[in-house]
């Protein structure tokens, strides 16, 4: 079945990519098809229709000043070669479909023929093409941003299609970056999408970035964002940084105006705002803390938004930096902060930054190791593990060591996941005490405060049958079986406390496959 | 000598720091007015108070760290990043709004 299923992917990105061919070649013909029609035009389309009262003759009837005052704007905005004797032939700055896509925000003195032809100009980057990248893109996109690079080292996974909007069903296995091009490709196939189907590292940030006007950071870990923001101050780009998580979410735009480092009128860049990086066990994934589709959809769109104003504000309109935070479940949602302006000291915008363009290009930057990583959690020795073979036995009533038969209830089985994806899925007989608890519980119960101990202690030390301890993946069971110890539920070491190896992913290939997997 | 004289203020978490705190975002708080030596309550001594009479998770390293908050959590004085305000020396008004606000690193 996996083979046919993958030859079908397989299939299906071939045809896509054929597609993708055809509607660039449509583009194209289309393009080449108006060049012609406008080339072909009479010579003196100004004759009017006189049947027509509202139709204007700019020949009659028209001060001279005015007309050639108007007559300039226009020349400037089309720098068309065909100049000769079509002087009377009023070109139009955009093409005719443009009018007609763009109408809506064309007519807003917020965008007009300026603000359109800047985006039409403009080359925007966004770095990560997921649940910020995919609605940033689709709105850039739509607005008709004339070249769009996507940045992504990833494939579409079914459990990204909740807020991964560009994405489909039909296309997971297939990389982000192609995925999103597919999608965008059928919404304007007029704008240039520049694909990058590998992660953004030191060595590539430069040659990728250089060709840009604004950058989107819409990926989803503190070395990447150090990074970005690093080579965006290098480069003097105006980088537009979102972040989501659960339910809330963050937007900053930095490095505006993107003045030269040591020139303290430019806006903070990330490292002024965020000097050091978070302490790693701190920093939390959409995968574990789980988030909320349009939570970080609201987040993208944001960024669109601001990378619209940013590429078609007047000249040095800029606004103070700020930084906006969203809760989706408070009131009021939104909450704009006063930030800081840029570091004096700061090791990238400076004076005395210390991050130049040879140290970055270099590979000598070492990002990840600048923000650390949580170590694989090994916390126990071989004798307080089992693997979910003995577990399934011992819960079938075998004892896998001995071999002897017993009751089935013979222990008790902790699941430390929180309380929500317990309720999704568990064991049979198993009981919840969520990890967020043990963590909060203080490590010795015979402390001076003389309080009650808690429920799930006091419950557990009610019985003296053996407890094995399951999660998710494996890691929280074992700092909990360490903590249990510490509490001295183990008796003294009479009593059996374990984790289970590989948790309940291992549980769910081993030994139950319609175990759900999220 | 009043050594009961509190400031009445507004305590904000967000962006997860909630978690430590008994999962309870806003907190009305009376804080002493003076510190441990007597001077008057800025930012530090509140983030010191914060850490040993509120806070009952024991992970205060996801707090504070070289005492002072630790990396990646802004501080808002009344809607602004501390380092506008003086950052931990500022001195406590009645009233104010305090915020601590860890940065999100998901997309
Ligand atoms: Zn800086």
């Known amino acids: 079945m996996t083979t046919v299923i993958n030859s079908l992917r397989q299939q299906i990105a071939i045809c896509e990519a054929s597609l993708r061919e055809l509607r660039q070649q449509l583009a194209d013909a289309e393009h080449i098809q108006r060049q012609q029609e406008k080339a072909s035009r009479p010579k003196n389309p100004l004759v009017t229709d006189p049947t027509d009262p509202f139709d204007h003759d700019m020949n009659f009837g028209i001060p001279d000043d005015f007309r050639s005052e108007i007559f300039a704007v226009l020349e400037q905005e089309v720098k068309s070669p065909v100049q000769d004797d079509s002087a009377h032939y009023i070109r139009w700055p955009l093409e005719r479909y443009e009018y007609k896509r763009y109408g809506r925000q064309l007519i807003m003195p917020e965008i007009g023929i300026q603000g359109q032809l800047r985006l039409r100009n403009a080359r925007v980057l966004i770095v990560g093409v997921g649940g910020l990248g995919c609605p940033a893109a689709a709105y850039l996109v739509g607005a008709g941003v004339g070249t769009i690079g996507l940045v992504d080292g990833d494939v579409v996974e079914e459990s990204n299609l909740h807020r991964q909007i560009l994405h489909s069903t039909a296309r997971v296995g297939m990389t982000k970056v192609e995925s999103a091009i597919v999608a965008l490709n059928s919404l304007n196939p007029n704008v240039n999408l520049v694909p990058y189907t590998s992660r953004i590292t030191p060595e590539t940030a430069t040659s990728t970035f250089k060709d840009y006007d604004l950058v989107l950071d819409c990926t989803d870990n503190p070395a990447s964002r150090y990074l970005i923001s690093d080579t965006c101050v290098l480069l003097g780009k105006t980088l537009v940084s979102a972040s989501a998580l659960r339910i809330d979410g963050q937007l900053m735009v930095l490095n505006n105006p993107p003045l030269p480092p040591g020139d303290t009128n430019g806006g903070p860049c990330y ?8 302490p790693p066990e701190s920093v939390v994934s959409c995968g574990d803390g789980g988030i909320l589709g349009p939570v970080v959809g609201v987040m993208g769109v944001l960024q669109a938004l601001e990378a619209i104003k940013t590429l078609t504000q007047k000249p040095l309109a800029f606004e103070p930096p700020s930084l906006l935070i969203f809760s989706a479940y408070s009131n009021p949602m939104f909450r704009s902060i006063r930030l800081r302006s840029r570091k004096v000291k700061c090791t990238a915008c400076s004076m005395h930054a210390t991050i130049t363009p040879e140290a970055l290009d270099s590979g000598s930057l070492d990002y990840v190791q600048f ?12 004798q307080e593990r089992i693997s979910v073979e003995s577990y399934a036995k011992l819960r079938s009533g075998v004892n896998p060591f001995t071999g002897t038969v017993s009751n089935k209830d013979n222990h008790i089985l902790v699941d430390v996941r929180e309380k929500t994806p317990f309720e999704l899925c568990s064991i049979d007989g198993s009981i919840n005490v969520p990890f967020s608890v043990v963590e909060a519980t203080p490590s010795s119960s015979n402390n001076d405060m003389d309080v009650d101990e808690e429920d799930w202690i006091a419950q557990l030390r009610r019985s003296e049958k053996p407890i094995f301890v ?5 890691n929280d069971s074992q700092i909990t079986v360490k903590k249990m110890k510490q509490l001295g539920l183990d008796a003294g070491g009479k009593r059996y406390i374990g984790d289970i190896r590989g948790g309940l992913e291992s549980w769910r290939k081993s030994i139950d496959n319609d175990f759900p997997e999220y | 000598m009043s050594n009961d004289e509190t400031i009445p203020i507004t305590i904000e978490f967000s962006g997860g720091l909630e978690i430590l705190f008994s999962n309870q975002k806003k907190y009305s708080l009376a804080l002493p007015a003076k ?20 806070m009952k998770d024991p992970r205060k390293e996801l707090f504070v760290l070289d005492d002072t908050v630790r990396p990646g959590i802004l501080v808002l004085i009344n809607e602004a990043d501390w380092e506008l305000e003086g950052e931990d020396k500022y001195e406590v008004q009645k009233g104010d709004h305090i915020m601590f606000v860890s940065t999100l690193h998901g997309g």
Do not use: M, Y
């Open chain 2, 35 to 54: 510190d441990e030596s007597g001077e008057p309550a800025n930012v530090a001594f509140l983030v010191r108070h914060l850490c040993d009479k509120v």
């Open chain 1, 271 to 278: 490292r002024c705002v965020f000097p050091k990086p978070p």
């Open chain 1, 371 to 382: 923000c650390g990583s949580v170590s694989p959690i090994d916390a126990l020795t071989p």
């Open chain 1, 470 to 474: 399951v999660c998710r993946q494996g």
